[in-house]
């Protein structure tokens, strides 16, 4: 299947955009002021030590301390592989050690950016461990012919007196030996070049950062189906061009600087796109619809046929609709970059064969995933669960922020709801204190309530009280929003 990266770059902000077919599938984006930290290396020190919780605080540099779990140790992992007994954490690490650390995961909401001390620094064809001493295959490749044939070619070109271990990337799949050989001497002279910066900096402290977004998408997203790789920056295009020929040269050819009247984006119909990504409600073609609501602990995805009715009986409706949703499921999963616990309530099925078509339809379109995925079968409610891996913010947590008027309930208390909370509010203060007149600074839609339905019971209070009550609108209060003044 074809595809197309689209890239819009400004001084502030760089988006990449994944088209297949002209379809949207994937966003990835960058701003100059929050980079992502996933692959950074730094010198951290360690600031406290966890053992009930086998994990440590540790000190990069950053605004929050970073954490390590005792299962990110490559201590612990080493003797793991080597069947021995794991150590404690205390046993590794003390308060005021100096370690070099990488973020596995980046600082999302009040967490800290989690860390291993497994140091990776990745290619396009393969990922060097300096503290291994093995070659790997990525999970992705599958067959165990590639898998050996891809291990004895790697290893083969690996120096005798050389140092460290690899993981071979799914782009390894069709590299020559030369682009092998291009990638290991590559990554030799960055971890050469960290192990100086180690050598001249105090911690805590950055010692190697991980490519930028332009250049990641030349390393990891371009494939041989990519037919092309636009960018509307003509400086930016020709310093990827540049970089590329060095680091990628058998797909430099594929950037090109897009030069159209039209916002490139515009043209693929993307900012549209990408509103329609931060929407609860998602339309199929068929009539249907999704609802994807985000919370905390995970998502949840309602499909609905919605005026879908087109079929010749229900059972049809029902399994056409489920089928188109899978698909839309998973490529909003991606658009969306939702992570962690996801659960899908799909229109109830009765034939199982059709139970087992839809979940083979997810599972088809789940693997185009470049993060991973782990589905699982209907559950005795009819729910399907599956999880993705979560290693950076959503693209909603991203673009947008909790509504200050509701403060992220998706509600907020009807005008009559918050005239008679007042009034309580009142009478309760009426007992406490003896002003001359209290005075109520409201919103627009409260005050015209006040004025109007609820005119009889704030006199009946007024005279309750034997106090005046007056009234005053701020336009800028929002309806939740009120002030009582004893004055």
């Known amino acids: 299947m074809s595809e197309q990266i689209l890239i ?28 992502g930290k996933v692959g950074n290396i730094y010198l951290g020190k360690v600031v406290r030590v966890l053992p009930g919780m086998q994990s440590a605080f540790i000190d990069i540099g950053l605004e929050r301390a970073a954490f390590i779990h005792i299962a990110d140790l490559r201590e612990n992992r080493t003797a793991r592989n080597n069947g021995l007994p794991q150590q404690q954490i205390e046993k590794i690490l003390f308060e005021g050690q100096t370690i070099m650390v990488q973020v596995i995961k980046d600082p999302i909401n009040n967490k800290g950016a989690r860390l291993s001390n497994q140091i990776s620094i990745a290619g396009r064809a393969l990922v ?24 004895n070619q790697v290893t083969a070109l690996i120096k005798p007196d050389e140092k460290g271990g690899y993981i071979i990337r799914t782009q390894a799949e069709m590299a020559t030996d030369d682009e092998i050989i291009r990638d290991m001497e590559y990554l030799g002279l960055r971890w050469k070049k960290l192990q100086e910066a180690m050598q001249t900096q105090a911690a805590p402290c950055l010692i190697y950062q991980d490519l930028d977004l332009l250049e990641r998408v030349m390393r990891d997203v371009v494939v041989p189906d990519t037919t092309s790789v636009e960018i509307d920056s003509r400086t930016a295009s020709q310093k990827l061009l540049e970089w590329s020929e060095i680091y990628t040269p058998t797909i430099a050819d594929k950037i090109k600087h897009y030069a159209g009247s039209r ?23 068929s009539g249907g619809y999704l609802v994807i609501d985000q919370t905390e602990a995970l998502t949840s995805i309602d499909v609905n046929t919605g005026g879908f009715v087109g079929w010749r009986n229900f059972n049809d409706t029902i399994f056409k609709t489920n089928l188109e949703a899978s698909v839309e499921i998973a490529r909003q999963l991606r658009l969306r970059n939702i992570g962690g616990i996801i659960i899908i309530d799909f229109i109830d099925m009765e034939n199982e064969e059709h ?30 669960e599956m999880t993705r ?26 005008a009559r709801t918050i005239a008679y909370n007042i009034m309580r509010e009142i009478l309760r203060e009426a007992k406490q204190f003896n002003p001359k007149e209290f005075r109520l600074i409201l919103s627009p ?42 004055l």
């Open 8 to 35: 819009n770059v400004t001084p502030f902000e760089t988006r990449v955009a994944l088209l297949e077919q002209g379809t949207l599938q994937e966003l990835l984006l960058e701003r100059a002021s929050q980079r």
């Open 128 to 151: 060097y461990m300096p503290f291994e001493k093995h070659v790997g295959v990525s999970q992705k490749i599958e067959t165990e012919e590639d898998r050996e044939r891809l291990k």
């Open 263 to 285: 916002p490139i984006f515009d043209s693929a119909n993307i900012e549209e796109e990408i509103n329609n990504a931060l929407a609860r409600r998602v339309n199929l073609k």
């Open 355 to 384: 139970q087992e078509s839809v979940l083979e339809e997810l599972q088809k379109a789940l693997a185009k995933d470049r993060t991973r995925t782990s589905l699982n079968g209907f559950s005795q409610l009819g729910l399907v």
């Open 389 to 414: 891996k979560r290693t950076r913010d959503s693209l909603s947590a991203l673009l947008s922020e909790t509504c200050p008027t509701c403060e992220g309930r998706g509600s907020v208390k009807t």
């Open 445 to 486: 839609s409260v005050i015209d309530l006040f004025l109007d339905e609820e005119s009889n019971y704030l006199a009946m209070l007024d005279d309750f009280i034997g106090k005046p009550i007056s009234l005053e609108v701020d336009n800028s209060y929002t309806q939740e929003m009120y002030d009582i003044v004893l």
